[in-house]
């Protein structure tokens, strides 16, 4: 495949646990459609909006900074054919790379995209029975 971050998914990869992070690169190397990361860390104002705009469920969003200094979230974008697409199944793709690459890297993650309520498919974050 030979997808690589561009700099701004870089960024945004900056105050997310290290092994989210790691995660994270080896599924873009993994992963049958090009992601970006459009967030990782959010402040309390944000997560706030998010609820309100029903985008959340709730204000204990593991995007914000938890008690070890890191956010243990992200959110991904992914596209196909050069435009970002919000189809379920491309999401399921992609977070498979990310399940194959948590196992690789002995790290434990859920998904948004497996979720029963409130499916949401750009969500990925660590465990928190393993990252609390």
Same mark, same amino acid.
């Given at each position: ?6 700099? /701004?998914?870089?960024? /945004?990869? $900056?105050?997310?646990?290290? !092994? ?16 970006? *990361? ?5 402040? *309390? $104002? $944000?997560? /706030?909006?998010?609820?309100? #705009? ?5 204000? =204990? ?8 200094? %890191?956010?243990?979230? *992200?959110?991904?974008?992914? @596209?196909? !054919?050069?435009? &970002?697409?919000? #189809?379920?199944?491309? @999401? ?16 434990? &993650? =859920?998904?948004?995209?497996?979720? /029963? ?6 969500? &990925?974050?660590?465990? @928190?029975? %393993? %990252?609390?």
């Amino acid at each position: 495949m030979g997808f690589r971050f561009s700099r /701004r998914s870089e960024e /945004r990869l $900056e105050g997310v646990h290290p !092994d989210l992070v790691d995660v994270a690169h080896r599924a873009i190397e993994l992963t049958p459609y090009d992601f970006g *990361i459009t967030q990782g860390v959010r402040t *309390i $104002e $944000e997560q /706030r909006r998010f609820v309100e #705009e029903g985008k959340s469920t709730t204000m =204990n969003s593991r995007h914000l900074i938890q008690d070890d200094g %890191y956010s243990h979230a *992200i959110d991904i974008a992914v @596209y196909v !054919d050069g435009s &970002i697409t919000w #189809e379920v199944p491309y @999401y399921r793709k992609v977070v498979q790379a990310f399940f194959t690459a948590a196992i690789e890297k002995n790290v434990q &993650i =859920n998904s948004g995209v497996l979720w /029963r309520t409130f499916v949401d498919g750009p969500h &990925i974050e660590l465990n @928190y029975r %393993y %990252y609390e």
